[in-house]
């Protein structure tokens, strides 16, 4: 985040903002730039990527779904735009330990002892730790001492849309990023590939939500994608994992995606446009196969 900060001091806080008085490695000067960028990073890729995925890929078709909330979109805007600038104090004080030359972050690629192949590995190191930590923390969250406090929110919304990505209790969405700023206290990693992670991870969560099911074939085993992630905001004990399947498996919470079997959200709402086309009175019950309240839990 040093890298990040450099280029903001340089051309807009030390020229137009702070006194020249004030020192660039003051410590407090430091974390209030970096709450500054930050908050501003996290708002642009929030906005910017759930814009993209709610016009492209997101199909407005579910918004007619029955569990699909009256404002539903304002919903999850609001509740992100007032969640974002809780999670960032706390996440920039890590960013400042960071800054401050506490991490194993360099800055070079022959820094790393393997060179390239290093950086590649820990390219994959970095998403088998954050994905393993990220299924327990969130696996924790579902605990019904901690649930209705902290995790009830994002579940607030059953047919989530891509700006529902972002929608958490402050807490609940600072510890689901914990594993991502530990990593590099314990592990060493490039620091653009820290901040490439960075962003891919929010891409990623952005996009586990927008409700397009399409994983190339070969990879639906293994990744944990929209349709599984469909499906843990509707059947909340399954699919806790971000990336990959892997720990859901290990976990025994692996619940192959109705999405996958014809049975998702998008399928019923094919099913009833097309009913409603074919003025098919009577079918009604055809539905109930793809959408049982019965199946649903409630919490
Ligand atoms: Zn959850
Ligand atoms: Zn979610």
């Keep these: 985040m040093d ?6 001091d340089y051309y807009f806080f030390t020229p137009y903002v702070y006194p020249s008085t004030w020192p660039e490695d003051e410590i407090i000067r430091q974390y209030l730039s970096l709450l500054v960028v930050t908050n501003l990073g ?3 890729l929030y906005f910017f990527f759930a814009t993209l995925s709610y016009y492209f890929v997101f199909d407005h078709s579910l918004k007619k779904h029955p569990l699909f909330l009256e404002n539903q979109v304002y919903r999850e805007i609001k509740y992100t735009v007032q969640a974002l600038p809780w999670i960032s104090i706390p996440t920039v004080l890590l960013f400042l330990v960071e800054v401050r030359g506490y991490s ?5 690629i022959e820094d790393s002892t393997y060179g ?11 998403l088998f730790f954050t994905d393993m930590a990220i299924y327990w923390i969130h696996r924790g ?3 019904k001492l901690v649930y209705k406090h902290l995790h009830k929110p994002h579940h607030l919304w059953k ?18 990023s914990l594993p991502y700023h530990v990593y590099p206290f314990i592990f060493p990693l490039h620091k653009v590939v820290y901040l490439g992670l960075y962003i891919f991870v929010n891409v990623w969560t952005i996009s586990i939500h927008d409700g397009d099911f399409r994983v190339p074939g ?3 085993a ?12 509707l059947y909340f004990d399954y699919n806790y994992g971000q990336y990959f399947t892997l720990w859901d498996r290990i976990g025994g919470s692996f619940k192959y995606p109705s999405a996958f079997e014809g049975k998702g959200p998008l399928n019923y709402m094919k099913t009833i446009t097309e009913e409603k086309l074919n003025d098919h009175g009577g079918n009604g019950c055809k539905n109930e196969q793809f959408f049982s309240g019965k199946s649903l839990k409630t919490k």
Excluded: C, R
Aim: aromatic share 14%; glycine share 4%; hydrophobic share 50%.
């Design 222 to 233: 293994v990744i944990n994608g929209s349709a599984h992630h469909t499906d843990h905001h």
């Design 218 to 220: 070969f990879l639906e």
């Design 159 to 176: 047919i989530a849309t891509p700006f529902a990505s972002h929608a958490f209790h402050p807490v609940d969405g600072f510890l689901q």
């Design 116 to 126: 390239w192949p290093g950086v590649i590995f820990s390219m994959m190191s970095f």
């Design 141 to 143: 969250l579902h605990h």
């Design 42 to 44: 996290a708002f642009i």
């Design 104 to 108: 194993k972050l360099y800055d070079n």
């Design 3 to 8: 890298l990040v900060l450099n280029v903001a």
